[in-house]
């Protein structure tokens, strides 16, 4: 159980099932950097000669940089959830993923197999998305009901968990927010019994020092309705500030009908059942913390967009000013990460990413004060923002956005800040993985106030998204470091951890390993 004191031998022989790779380092590591990099991403991509088709379909893997007196050691594993050791076993894709339906057993009689249609599908424990910390333990996590906790030192699997047995949600993001106390938040769909259709914010308590598990003490704080009943929307991450909850309501919907029906008779998955909504546009919620009530009389709408990643949110002078990832359009983008498209041909990827929504890193204010007689005025009063907020006769409140970063299909994505510092703060420093007709080739920092950029890029090196890391006894916001893992293809030494200097973007160190390293999503540095 984590709770022994696993002495370091112990911990080092059982990291012997993982693959272990010593770096080369150039540059100098500052000293104090001394936690361990775990990140989760997709590692394999087909299973007995099938593929996987999207990129939120491989097997999870987990990865582990130890930075030690200016030493670092790579290791990683697979995650033996059941998606992955049942397709080992049977030599084949058993579970159903995000882009690739799983066919019934072959070695089945037509009888089983006829009762299988009608069985709902298995939903997947597929975890290659985040891993993050609930009380003293690690979860890695996709955005199902099921979450597995692993050993973050050893990277052993320990346990699947079912959501569901602790809270009313169908899944729950890869993107909570954690306080410092370690209260975590989430928000995560709920298709409810009587299909009462929402969107739960829940909350899991930090560790309480014993024994127990802070899963058994979380609850739903709030519910935010569904805008259309039977088809809630696609939520990938939200906005939490000192006082305020903050969800964006995008016009990617998933098809109830299709997602509760039975599938096996389709061979569908699970982008089969996301449809667009042509006419809501995007809405914005609010909600505020404690007490958690739901503002059911802020109604804000915005033009369409997709959303997966907030940057940050913060109260200012009466205002909630909300920093967004967004591909304008209701197109899924997710319908442009298939695998064909990202293997294809440079020209191929550039004309498949000319169709799909433009990105655009935007900042919406939202007033919490609204008083009906100001109709058609612009509500917004904040002197260094452009934002506007116009409340019209039917009562609802209509934004527009400053925008902050654009640039053509050049994405600012995977945003960073100096999260223990800044997060539902005031801030000035994003950091983000600069996505080139969704091709990761450059990391950027934003300046969020002054629009000022700084990249690091480099040739045939392909970045993954920067945690930033900041410099123990700091005070300036941007005063750490970046850590990105990055892929040299063809290099001799094709794998690296890059470490930059946050406030310059210029280089320290990179600890390079002799193998390539598959992307990577989302992580957590651990010190
Ligand atoms: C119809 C979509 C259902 C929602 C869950 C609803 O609560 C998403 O479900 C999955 C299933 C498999 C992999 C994923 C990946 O996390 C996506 C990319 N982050 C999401
Ligand atoms: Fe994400």
Same mark, same amino acid.
């Given at each position: 159980?984590?709770?022994?004191?696993?002495?370091?031998?112990?911990?080092?022989?059982?990291?012997?099932?993982?693959?272990?790779?010593?770096?080369?380092?150039?540059?100098?590591?500052?000293?104090?950097?001394?936690?361990?990099?775990?990140?989760?991403?997709?590692?394999?991509?087909?299973?007995?000669?099938?593929?996987?088709?999207?990129?939120?379909?491989?097997?999870?893997?987990?990865?582990?940089?130890?930075?030690?007196?200016?030493?670092?050691?790579?290791?990683?594993?697979?995650?033996?959830?059941?998606?992955?050791?049942?397709?080992?076993?049977?030599?084949?894709?058993?579970?159903?993923?995000?882009?690739?339906?799983?066919?019934?057993?072959?070695?089945?009689?037509?009888?089983?197999?006829?009762?299988?249609?009608?069985?709902?599908?298995?939903?997947?424990?597929?975890?290659?998305?985040?891993?993050?910390?609930?009380?003293?333990?690690?979860?890695?996590?996709?955005?199902?009901?099921?979450?597995?906790?692993?050993?973050?030192?050893?990277?052993?699997?320990?346990?699947?968990?079912?959501?569901?047995?602790?809270?009313?949600?169908?899944?729950?993001?890869?993107?909570?927010?954690?306080?410092?106390?370690?209260?975590?938040?989430?928000?995560?769909?709920?298709?409810?019994?009587?299909?009462?259709?929402?969107?739960?914010?829940?909350?899991?308590?930090?560790?309480?020092?014993?024994?127990?598990?802070?899963?058994?003490?979380?609850?739903?704080?709030?519910?935010?309705?569904?805008?259309?009943?039977?088809?809630?929307?696609?939520?990938?991450?939200?906005?939490?500030?000192?006082?305020?909850?903050?969800?964006?309501?995008?016009?990617?919907?998933?098809?109830?009908?299709?997602?509760?029906?039975?599938?096996?008779?389709?061979?569908?998955?699970?982008?089969?059942?996301?449809?667009?909504?042509?006419?809501?546009?995007?809405?914005?919620?609010?909600?505020?913390?404690?007490?958690?009530?739901?503002?059911?009389?802020?109604?804000?709408?915005?033009?369409?967009?997709?959303?997966?990643?907030?940057?940050?949110?913060?109260?200012?002078?009466?205002?909630?000013?909300?920093?967004?990832?967004?591909?304008?359009?209701?197109?899924?983008?997710?319908?442009?990460?298939?695998?064909?498209?990202?293997?294809?041909?440079?020209?191929?990827?550039?004309?498949?990413?000319?169709?799909?929504?433009?990105?655009?890193?935007?900042?919406?204010?939202?007033?919490?004060?609204?008083?009906? !007689? &100001?109709?058609?005025?612009?509500?917004?009063? $904040?002197?260094?923002? *452009?934002?506007? /907020?116009?409340?019209?006769? =039917? @009562?609802?409140?209509?934004?527009?956005?400053?925008?902050?970063?654009?640039?053509?299909?050049?994405?600012?994505?995977?945003?960073?800040?100096?999260?223990?510092?800044?997060?539902?703060?005031?801030?000035?420093?994003?950091?983000?993985?600069?996505?080139?007709?969704?091709?990761?080739?450059?990391?950027?920092?934003?300046?969020?106030?002054?629009?000022?950029?700084?990249?690091?890029? !480099? &040739?045939?090196?392909?970045?993954?998204?920067? $945690?930033?890391?900041? *410099?123990?006894? /700091?005070?300036?916001?941007? =005063? @750490?470091?970046?850590?990105?893992?990055?892929?040299?293809?063809?290099?001799?030494?094709?794998?690296?951890?890059?470490?930059?200097?946050?406030?310059?973007?210029?280089?320290?160190?990179?600890?390079?390993?002799?193998?390539?390293?598959?992307?990577?999503?989302?992580?957590?540095?651990?010190?």
């Amino acid at each position: 159980h984590p709770g022994q004191v696993t002495s370091l031998s112990q911990v080092s022989d059982r990291l012997k099932n993982s693959r272990m790779f010593h770096s080369m380092c150039a540059g100098v590591i500052p000293s104090w950097l001394g936690g361990s990099l775990l990140r989760m991403g997709p590692g394999q991509f087909e299973v007995g000669g099938e593929p996987f088709n999207h990129l939120f379909d491989g097997q999870a893997l987990i990865h582990k940089f130890d930075l030690k007196n200016g030493q670092v050691t790579y290791y990683r594993r697979f995650i033996r959830t059941d998606a992955y050791v049942r397709a080992m076993t049977e030599n084949r894709v058993v579970i159903t993923e995000f882009g690739t339906a799983a066919y019934p057993d072959p070695c089945k009689n037509i009888f089983s197999r006829f009762f299988t249609y009608f069985k709902g599908i298995e939903v997947t424990d597929n975890c290659l998305v985040n891993i993050y910390p609930i009380g003293e333990d690690f979860y890695a996590v996709t955005e199902t009901n099921y979450i597995t906790k692993v050993d973050p030192d050893s990277l052993e699997t320990l346990k699947k968990v079912d959501l569901c047995k602790y809270l009313s949600v169908n899944g729950v993001t890869a993107h909570p927010h954690t306080e410092a106390d370690g209260t975590v938040y989430n928000i995560g769909n709920c298709f409810g019994k009587n299909m009462s259709l929402a969107y739960n914010i829940v909350k899991i308590p930090p560790a309480q020092g014993d024994e127990s598990e802070p899963l058994e003490k979380s609850k739903v704080v709030v519910q935010i309705p569904s805008s259309e009943r039977l088809k809630p929307s696609y939520v990938h991450s939200f906005g939490m500030t000192d006082n305020y909850f903050v969800f964006v309501e995008q016009p990617v919907k998933i098809n109830l009908l299709k997602f509760l029906s039975a599938w096996s008779i389709r061979g569908a998955s699970y982008m089969d059942c996301f449809e667009s909504n042509y006419s809501m546009g995007t809405w914005f919620h609010l909600a505020t913390k404690d007490p958690a009530a739901y503002m059911s009389s802020h109604k804000f709408r915005a033009s369409a967009f997709n959303l997966f990643h907030h940057i940050n949110s913060y109260e200012d002078q009466g205002f909630i000013v909300v920093d967004l990832c967004t591909w304008k359009g209701h197109d899924f983008v997710y319908n442009y990460l298939y695998l064909a498209n990202v293997k294809e041909e440079w020209e191929e990827v550039k004309k498949a990413a000319t169709r799909a929504p433009q990105p655009e890193v935007r900042r919406y204010v939202l007033p919490l004060d609204i008083h009906r !007689e &100001e109709q058609g005025k612009n509500l917004v009063s $904040l002197s260094y923002t *452009t934002a506007t /907020a116009v409340l019209h006769s =039917d @009562g609802t409140i209509w934004l527009e956005p400053e925008v902050l970063f654009s640039g053509p299909r050049q994405a600012f994505e995977f945003p960073q800040i100096n999260y223990s510092q800044r997060r539902g703060k005031e801030y000035s420093f994003a950091y983000g993985l600069g996505l080139n007709h969704f091709i990761p080739d450059k990391i950027v920092k934003l300046n969020v106030q002054t629009k000022e950029t700084w990249v690091w890029q !480099e &040739e045939d090196c392909y970045p993954s998204e920067p $945690l930033f890391v900041p *410099t123990p006894g /700091a005070t300036e916001e941007d =005063d @750490g470091v970046l850590l990105s893992i990055v892929v040299k293809p063809g290099a001799e030494r094709p794998g690296f951890l890059l470490v930059l200097d946050a406030m310059k973007l210029t280089e320290l160190s990179r600890a390079e390993v002799n193998t390539i390293i598959p992307v990577t999503l989302h992580g957590v540095y651990k010190p």
